[in-house]
C-alpha cells in the first residue's frame, strides 16, 4: 500500500514538471519576442524633444516642468516634461498685390523637452519597446490635463 | 494480488492532470497551426520603384539621404532603399494685379483709338488676359524634395501595402529612416516585375 502511494506522489511531481514546462514553453512562444528584447536590449535613459503648433493660449499654459506625458493610444508611460517654451505663432497671409504679410497669431507653440528611459536597437530608440522614435515622428501624447499631438525634434541617447 | 490489480487500475486512471497536458499540448499545436496559416495567408511581395514628395524648410532638406534604408513606421522591419533625391522650388500661384491694371489702360487707349474688335479677338484677349493676371511665385525658405525608393512592399489585389496600409498615387505614406520620418505624398509606383516573388 505504502509503494502504490509513494509511486503516486511521484508520478504527480513528474506531471506537474511536464504540465510547467508545457506552460512555459507556450509562454515562450507567445512572448519570445519580448523576452528577446528583455535579454538583448539594456534600458538607458534618453532626452527628446518635441513641438506642438496651433494651441491654444489655455492648453499651451497647460503644460509644465514636471508633468508626466502618456500616449494617448495605450496609456505608456512617454516620459517626464523637463523644459517648456511656449511662443505666439507666426502667420502670414497673401495680400492681394502678392505681397506677404505676417501677423501675431492667437495660437502658440510649444517647444519641450521630455526625460525618458528606453531601448536603443539595430535601427534606433523605442520607448517601451513599441514606439520608435525619430525626429519628424508625430505621436499624439496627453499630460493629465492636455492633449497634443506633438512631432518630434530631436532625441539623444 | 490484489494490490498488483489496484496498481495496474492506478496506472491506467486518466487523470485531470493527464486531460490537462492534453489540453495544453492541443493548444499548443493549435497555435503553432494559426500561425503557419497566417503566414502563408501574407499577401504576396513585389519589388517596386516608388516616389515620394515632401514639402520641407530648408534647413531640414537633408532629412533624408541617397542610400538610407528605409524602414517599416515602426522601425523594425527594411522596405527598400532611397536611390535618388531631388529638390525643386515650391512656388504658388498670385494674382497680379498690377497687370490688370496696365491692360485696363491699354483696352481705354485702344477704346479711345476707336478700334472695333471681333468676337475672336475679344476671347483670345481674356485668355491672355487671365495668363497674364496669374503669375506663380517662389515661396522661400522651403523645398519640394522627392525621393524615390526602391525596395519590396506588400501586394495583394492590386494593392501595394505599406505600414499594414494600402496606398496608390496621391496617397500620403509615412517614410521613415534611422535618421528621420515624415509624410509625403506618393507621387508614382510600378512594379520591378521581373523580381516579383511570393512569400
Known amino acids: 500500500m505504502g509503494a502504490i502511494m509513494s509511486r503516486k506522489i511521484k508520478f504527480n511531481v513528474l506531471d506537474f514538471c511536464i504540465v510547467l514546462f508545457a506552460i512555459l514553453t507556450i509562454l515562450s512562444t507567445f512572448f519570445w519576442k519580448d523576452i528577446r528584447s528583455k535579454l538583448t536590449f539594456d534600458e538607458k535613459n534618453a532626452e527628446y524633444s518635441f513641438i506642438v503648433t496651433g494651441l491654444t493660449k489655455e492648453a499651451a499654459e497647460g503644460v509644465s516642468v514636471g508633468n508626466n506625458l502618456y500616449f494617448s493610444e ?20 497673401s495680400l492681394v498685390d502678392g505681397e506677404k504679410a505676417e501677423y501675431e497669431s492667437d ?4 517647444r519641450c523637452k521630455v526625460d525618458i528611459k528606453g531601448k536603443e536597437k539595430e535601427n534606433g530608440f523605442y520607448i517601451d519597446d513599441r514606439y520608435f522614435t525619430v525626429p519628424g515622428k508625430k505621436f499624439s501624447l496627453e499630460t493629465d490635463s492636455v492633449k497634443l499631438f506633438v512631432e518630434i525634434t530631436s532625441i539623444n541617447y | 494480488m490484489k494490490n498488483r490489480k489496484s496498481v495496474n487500475n492506478v496506472n491506467k486512471k486518466f487523470t485531470a492532470i493527464d486531460l490537462l497536458i492534453c489540453l495544453l499540448f492541443l493548444s499548443a499545436v493549435v497555435y503553432m497551426g494559426i500561425r503557419i496559416f ?14 515620394v514628395s515632401f514639402v520641407f524648410s530648408e534647413d531640414n532638406k537633408e532629412a533624408f539621404k541617397i ?28 494674382f497680379d494685379l498690377s497687370v490688370k491694371e496696365e491692360i485696363i489702360s491699354e483696352d481705354i487707349f485702344e477704346d479711345s483709338s476707336e478700334i472695333i474688335e471681333n468676337d475672336f479677338s475679344n476671347e483670345q484677349k481674356e485668355t491672355e488676359t487671365s495668363k497674364a493676371l496669374v ?12 525621393l524615390t525608393v526602391v525596395g519590396t512592399l506588400e501586394y495583394d489585389n492590386g494593392k501595394y501595402y505599406l505600414n499594414g496600409s494600402s496606398f496608390k498615387i496621391d496617397d500620403e505614406i509615412e517614410i521613415t529612416t534611422k535618421n528621420y520620418s515624415s509624410f509625403g505624398k506618393c507621387i508614382s509606383i510600378s512594379s520591378l516585375k521581373e523580381n516579383t516573388k511570393s512569400e
Not at chain 2, 497566417?38 to 516616389?51: G, H, M, P, R, T
Not at chain 2, 511665385?137 to 524634395?145: M, S
Open chain 2, 135 to 146: 503669375t506663380e511665385t517662389v515661396i522661400k525658405g522651403y523645398v519640394n524634395v522627392t
Open chain 1, 107 to 110: 495660437f502658440y507653440i510649444l
Open chain 2, 67 to 94: 542610400g538610407d534604408i528605409v524602414l517599416t513606421a515602426d522601425g523594425k522591419d527594411e522596405v527598400g532603399k532611397i536611390t535618388n533625391v531631388s529638390y525643386s522650388d515650391v512656388t504658388e500661384k498670385n
Open chain 1, 74 to 93: 495605450d496609456g505608456t508611460f512617454a516620459g517626464k516634461i523637463e523644459s517648456v517654451s511656449t511662443e505666439r505663432e507666426i502667420r502670414s497671409v
Open chain 2, 38 to 51: 497566417q503566414n502563408e495567408k501574407l499577401k504576396d511581395e513585389s519589388n517596386v520603384s516608388f516616389d
